[in-house]
């Protein structure tokens, strides 16, 4: 968590969704259409917040 940051990791907790259905289907349950895309959605998202260009801000001095 010192080396990612909270608002970081906070992303993957999207991804618990996603694991539950895989392991469902493992185990032999049905995954409708709804569920595998919305579990594409959630990838993408997690893609997005991840891979995004991180930008960086200038320190401004303002007592001088």
């Known amino acids: 968590m010192q080396k990612v940051g909270p608002s ?3 992303v993957y907790l999207n ?3 996603v694991f539950t259905a895989v392991i469902t289907f493992l185990l032999g ?3 409708s259409v ?3 895309a919305g579990g594409a959605i959630v990838l993408f998202g997690v893609y997005l917040a991840t891979k995004a260009p991180k930008v960086k801000t200038e320190q401004v001095d303002i007592a001088g």
């Open 15 to 17: 991804l618990i969704a």
């Open 34 to 36: 709804l569920q595998l």
């Open 8 to 10: 970081h990791a906070g």
């Open 29 to 31: 349950g049905a995954l």
